[in-house]
């Protein structure tokens, strides 16, 4: 028994002194990869590259990295080399995939530099798993992307997969200062695959969504803000309230802005035409200074020409929606304008006087009970007056 522990004792000094065993984790192993790829040619830098995946216990970002400095200095020669562009294309990817953060700088500015499509698309997708955090970056793909959507818009034609991936990255990155800008992207024209992408990114970004959408509507163009809205109307996990919040801030930025141009004029009376419908079919009540101001404008821009008969119906039944004794004040007011028209021999359009009449019934304010009286009086159609004996009847305490 002596004998045997004497023996493996020597052994084990044995071992003790024998050469070094690399293994996957071992710095050398990196350091001689490294050493490989420094003095072998284009071919030997992509092997290098690829027998580099098998040590997967390794940490080989220093040699992904020297390859990002290779083909960043060497840009020129390797594009136009087919073994240079696998070397470029295999390298990004790697830094990519292994998410090496510290590569995320020298990756945007070689984005910066190059005029590769391919390659700008590559380096694109690896910054989506490289420069989480890096706001300088974020900021920097949202303004190139702001004016590459510019440049769409004057007419120059796209690369889709390029603003895709872009979009893409940028929902990875979850920003929130990039929600705007993907916004714009998804709703601007580009093809359905930068839609889908622009809708799957959006869902990625930090924050709440009300609160994106609603500075979108308050910072964005006219165009994008009607974008915005309906967009919100699309979302079927967003709350009834959410829905109302977005809506009554569309109204408000419709009634108040300042267009600066005619268009501008006539988008943000959509707005407004659209903040009211969505407002009217989830039966919200109040916000009635800014219904009879809508209201009012409706009058005035029907009257000019400017919109349809059907927004100042649509007008109408917000206030009698709102549920409030301001409304009905002003839906009275103008029962008595078109009375005194018919009582003059104007026309009085039949399906709009039906509509104040209608919805003075369903606010039930006895404000309106002398004017109702008397439309049965004048000489309207037999719908017309019964419509208004049927208001009647609705009102409180008569």
């Known amino acids: 028994m002596k004998k045997f522990t004497a023996a493996v004792i020597c052994l084990i000094l044995l071992i003790g002194t024998a050469a ?21 040619s284009l071919a030997t830098k992509v092997r290098v590259l690829q027998d580099s995946i098998e ?29 240079g562009r696998d070397l470029m294309f295999f390298t990004i990817r790697l830094l990519g995939t292994n998410g090496i953060a510290e590569s995320a700088d020298n990756l945007w500015q070689f984005y910066n530099v190059v005029d590769d499509s391919a390659l700008m698309i590559e380096i694109m997708n690896a910054l989506g798993d490289t420069a989480a955090g890096k706001q300088d970056i974020v900021y920097g793909i949202n303004a190139w992307l702001r004016e590459y959507n510019t440049g769409f818009r004057a007419g120059k034609t796209p690369d889709n997969k390029l603003v895709a991936e872009t979009v893409s990255t940028l929902g990875k990155l979850g920003d929130p200062t990039s929600f705007p800008i993907v916004f714009t992207t998804g709703t601007i024209g580009y093809s359905d695959v930068v ?14 969504f009300t609160d994106h959408i609603i500075e979108v509507i308050r910072s964005s163009i006219p165009e994008e803000k009607i974008a915005a809205l309906k967009a919100a ?37 959509e707005l407004r035409y659209e903040a009211v419908r969505q407002l009217t079919a989830l039966n919200w009540a109040g916000a009635t200074d800014n219904l009879v101001k809508h209201f009012d404008s409706s009058v005035f821009e029907l009257e000019q020409g400017l919109c349809r008969k059907v927004n100042l119906i649509e007008a109408i039944d917000a206030l009698g929606n709102s549920d409030t004794h301001d409304a009905a004040v002003r839906l009275t007011l103008y029962l008595e304008v078109l009375n005194s028209y018919t009582e003059n021999g104007q026309i009085v359009d039949e399906q709009v006087i039906l509509s104040v009449i209608r919805n003075l019934g369903e606010l039930g304010d006895n404000t309106a009970f002398d004017y109702l009286l008397y439309t049965g009086y004048l000489n309207y159609s037999g719908t017309v007056q019964r419509a208004a004996r049927e208001a009647l009847k609705n009102l409180k305490n008569i």
């Open 20 to 40: 070094p065993v690399f293994s996957a984790d071992n710095p050398e192993v990196v350091e001689a990869f490294r050493k490989n790829f420094t003095r072998g």
């Open 55 to 83: 040590y997967k216990d390794a940490d080989m970002s220093p040699l992904y990295i020297l390859s990002l400095d290779f083909i960043i200095n060497n840009s020129w020669m390797l594009q136009n080399d087919t073994i």
């Open 195 to 208: 839609n889908f992408s622009a809708t799957e990114a959006l869902g990625k970004i930090e924050g709440y």
């Open 233 to 269: 109307y699309g979302q079927s996990n967003l709350l009834r309230e959410d829905k109302a919040s977005i809506a009554l801030v569309g109204l408000d930025i419709g009634l108040y802005s300042e267009p600066e141009t005619s268009t501008d004029e006539a988008q943000l009376r």
